[in-house]
């Protein structure tokens, strides 16, 4: 089944108790044959994965979920799955919590923010299948529903901070419900318009100065929109736009003011 049948009606759920990744083990099923869509679930994880391979220890409390596609759309447009994601999960945790904009935001290109902090990304990876076998797509969940990690480098947050008391089974129903009104909507790359046109709205610092990481290379100006693949358009200070396919907008720095006088010395350890 492809994203036609998803958008018709709800997926299976696959619930796991430990699994090392939810988007390792949807991976895993589909080389052995298996066709989404379905979800799998777990309670814990023991290797979760982020972007640009970032592991971690996830505990129980949170919604950990990824959903197995079979052939949802080209292989070129596959990577506009993570802005559809990105529009449902905003939807899903608007309706259970009652939250929207500007308390709840994208930032781009994967993360769902709550009063600014992080609470929520997503992961979406997928595999060019041997000749005759169809191209498999996951998209990955993690939402801190009950607590968030410590000691990230954007500030992290989790939803019953924010008096949102939500089971991981409750969110993962609209989550599914929220997926198939966003698939219909994409139409399998056709509706990107659309979807580009909601997460812009969304987008939390659209307009904002921000400090992009791509690799090793790290860029400052104003984010200005998605072009029409999802890339991120940033203006710089020099007038000349550019545009960045896949990196990481960095938490911007405040500097504190030096409260001593220009004439004194100061002395520490």
């Not at 480098?153 to 419900?177: E, I």
């Not at 940033?234 to 545009?243: I, N």
Request: aromatic content about 6%; charged content about 20%; hydrophobic content about 40%.
């Amino acid at each position: 089944m492809g994203v036609g049948e998803f958008a018709g009606g709800s997926a299976p759920v696959i619930a796991l108790d430990l699994v090392g990744s939810t988007n390792a083990e949807a991976l895993a099923r589909a080389r052995r044959g298996e066709f989404g869509p379905f979800w799998i679930t777990a309670e814990r994880q023991s290797e979760g994965r982020g972007r640009r391979g970032r592991t971690w220890a996830s505990e129980p409390g949170n919604l950990y979920a990824s959903i197995l596609l079979t052939d949802p759309a080209p292989s070129e447009a596959c990577p506009q799955l993570c802005f559809v994601a990105g529009l449902a999960l905003f939807d899903a945790v608007g309706a259970v919590c009652g939250l929207d904009v500007p308390r709840l935001s994208l930032k781009w290109p994967n993360d769902l923010m709550l009063d600014g902090a992080k609470c929520a990304g997503i992961l979406v990876e997928g595999e060019v299948a041997p000749a005759g076998r169809p191209l498999a797509a996951v998209i990955g969940f993690g939402v801190n529903c009950a607590h968030h990690p410590q000691g990230t480098s954007y500030p992290a947050t989790h939803l019953s901070a924010a008096g949102c008391t939500v089971t991981p089974a409750l969110l993962l129903s609209a989550l599914d419900a929220a997926l198939a009104v966003r698939f219909a909507e994409w139409r399998g790359g056709d509706g990107f318009p659309a979807i580009r046109a909601g997460w812009l709205a969304r987008a939390g610092t659209l307009g904002q100065p921000i400090t992009v990481r791509t690799g090793a290379e790290v860029v400052d100006g104003r984010f200005e929109t998605l072009d029409g693949d999802g890339a991120l358009v940033l203006l710089r200070g020099d007038g000349t736009r550019t545009r960045i396919g896949t990196g990481e907008i960095l938490p911007l720095v405040t500097t504190i003011p030096d409260p001593s006088p220009p004439d004194q010395v100061r002395h520490g350890s």
